[in-house]
C-alpha cells in the first residue's frame, strides 16, 4: 500500500498550492476519488469549491469538462443530443459535456429536477442513453457537484436518489485568519492555479484505486460498519435512514483511507473519521427534528458516541 501513500501524498500536497488550510476537505475529495464515487461540495459562495475541483483535475491530467447549472438548463444540454445529418441521412451523436473523466457540475441545485435527473444514469452505471442508444464513459469518471446551501436564492433541492449517489458530502467553510492573509499573498501577482501542473498520470491513479480494493476488512469491522447504519434506520429523529449503498460507501472509504497510510486492513477510526461525510447527506429528518433545526452531522455524530466499537485486539 505504499504506492498508494506515495500516490494521495503527492496529490494532497499538489492541490494544496491553490487550496490553503482545507487539508482535511481536500484529504476527503482524494479518498472519494481512490473509491471511484463522486463528492458533494456544499457551502456558501466564495469558500473555494470550484478551485478544488478544479485544481484536483489539473494534479491529475485527466480530461476536464464544468457545467455551470442553471434554471433554463435541458437534459440534453448536460448528456448530449443526436443531428441529423442531411449529407449521410443519419443522426449523429454529439456528446455532452458529461463524457468526459472529471466533471465539474458548479452549482448543481440551481438546475431544475428534470435536469439534475440527467445525472442519474451517468453516477450509477457510468453510461449515458441519448435516444435509446447507450453511450459509455470514460474510466475514470468521477463527478464533483458544487451546491449552495438550500437557503439561498434560485436552489433546488437534490433528490433523495441523487443525493445516495454521492458517496461524500463534504464541506470547506471559511479560512482561518492566517490563512486568508497566505490567500491574499499567494494571488497578489497571479492566482496559484495559473501554474499548478500534473502531479500524478492517470494511469497511477487506476493502479492506486485498484490497490484500494485489496484492503481487508475483519467480520468485526463489517459488523461495525452494519451497526452505524442500521442505527440510522432506527433512529427516532429520522425519517430515513442509509440505505445499503451508505454500507458500502463506509466500506469503500475505510479501504482508501487506510490505504493512504499504507495499512492493508480497515481500522474503527477509518471508519468514524469518514461516517459524517458518508452518512449525514443520505438521511432525512423527521418532521419533529425539522422544527428543532436537528442537523444530521449531529445524529451520526450522536450514532458515533452511542454504537459499540470492535474491541482494542484488532488494533494489535
Known amino acids: 500500500m505504499e504506492q498508494v501513500k506515495a500516490f494521495a501524498d503527492r496529490l494532497i500536497e ?19 476519488l481512490l473509491c471511484q464515487g463522486h463528492v458533494l461540495i456544499e457551502d456558501v459562495p466564495g469558500t473555494g469549491k470550484t478551485m478544488l475541483a478544479k485544481s484536483l483535475a489539473r494534479s491529475i491530467g485527466c480530461t476536464f469538462n464544468r457545467i455551470q447549472f442553471t434554471p433554463d438548463m435541458l437534459p440534453s444540454d448536460v448528456t448530449g443530443v443526436s443531428i441529423f445529418n442531411q449529407k449521410t441521412g443519419e443522426f449523429e451523436f454529439r456528446a455532452g459535456p458529461i463524457l468526459t473523466q472529471i466533471l465539474l457540475a458548479d452549482e448543481v441545485n440551481r438546475a431544475t429536477p428534470k435536469t439534475q435527473a440527467a445525472l442519474l444514469e451517468a453516477m450509477e452505471e457510468r453510461q449515458v442513453t441519448v435516444d435509446g442508444v447507450t453511450h459509455p464513459l470514460p474510466s475514470p469518471f468521477l463527478v464533483l ?70 484492503v481487508a476488512a475483519t467480520a468485526e469491522i463489517k459488523r461495525y460498519i452494519l451497526d452505524l447504519v442500521s442505527a440510522t434506520r432506527r433512529h427516532g429523529e429520522l425519517y430515513l435512514g442509509a440505505s445499503p449503498r451508505g454500507s458500502l460507501a463506509l466500506f469503500r472509504c475505510g479501504q482508501a483511507l487506510a490505504a493512504m497510510q499504507a495499512r492493508s486492513y480497515i481500522l474503527p477510526d477509518d471508519i468514524k473519521q469518514v461516517a459524517v461525510a458518508a452518512l449525514a447527506h443520505r438521511l432525512i429528518l423527521g418532521s419533529s427534528a425539522r422544527v428543532r433545526e436537528v442537523d444530521s452531522r449531529s445524529i451520526v455524530q450522536d450514532i458515533l458516541a452511542s454504537v459499540p466499537v470492535p474491541g482494542g485486539e484488532l488494533r494489535a
Do not use: W
Not at 14 to 32: D, L, M, S
Open 14 to 32: 499538489n492541490v494544496e498550492q491553490v487550496i490553503v488550510g482545507k487539508r482535511e476537505a481536500v484529504r476527503q475529495t482524494v479518498v472519494g
Open 145 to 214: 457537484a458544487t451546491q449552495n446551501p438550500i437557503e439561498y436564492e434560485g436552489t433546488f433541492p437534490l433528490p433523495e436518489a441523487q443525493l445516495d449517489r454521492f458517496l461524500l458530502r463534504i464541506s470547506l467553510g471559511y479560512p482561518t485568519l492566517s490563512d486568508e492573509i497566505r490567500m491574499i499573498e499567494r494571488q497578489q501577482i497571479a492566482h496559484p492555479l495559473d501554474s499548478l501542473e500534473k502531479a500524478v498520470e492517470v494511469s497511477a491513479l487506476r493502479s492506486a484505486q485498484k490497490a484500494v480494493r485489496e
